[in-house]
């Protein structure tokens, strides 16, 4: 089995156990339908975009964190990309990071500003390439 096909699968167990809400904000997520995600929530394609499961490491793979069930947690991608690009005082500490998260939640402004970055599993296009942060980094 794969790193990939790996993380994939721990991914898909994560966002079962955790009955689809992200790890961090709480809010659901899509895996496979921005389109009916969009329709299902009365928000744009674009936004819906934010609400991609991702599988996230709870101790960053920088940090030597393994690619392992105890490790993964499901989370949106606008989390995701947030823990590691927004806040990188707080990636190193998953719940200080959540509490952060349901903070800004309860207070309105937790996707306040739509993502920067494209996921790399489909690699950006046009402007979004050229502006990306993360290219280099692996994101599932
Ligand atoms: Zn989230």
Redesign the pocket.
């Given at each position: 089995m794969t790193h990939r096909t790996n993380l994939c699968a721990l991914r898909e167990s994560a966002f079962l156990a955790q009955g689809h809400?992200?790890?961090?904000?709480?809010?659901p997520?899509w895996r496979a339908d921005a389109k009916a995600f969009a329709a299902a929530h009365g928000i744009s394609r674009d936004r819906a975009r934010?609400?991609r499961l991702t599988a996230e490491h709870l101790t960053a793979k920088m940090d030597g964190g393994r690619t392992i069930a105890s490790n993964i947690v499901a989370?949106?991608?606008?989390?995701?990309h947030g823990r590691h690009a927004q806040f990188p005082g707080a990636a190193s500490d998953p719940e200080a990071y959540s509490f952060f998260?349901l903070l800004s939640v309860a207070a309105g402004v937790?996707r306040a500003k739509g993502p920067t970055v494209e996921h790399p599993c489909r690699p950006p296009r046009g402007r979004a390439a050229k502006n990306s942060l993360l290219s280099q980094r692996e994101y599932h």
């Open positions: 809400p992200c790890f961090y904000c709480l809010h997520m934010m609400f989370a949106c991608r606008y989390c995701h998260v937790w």
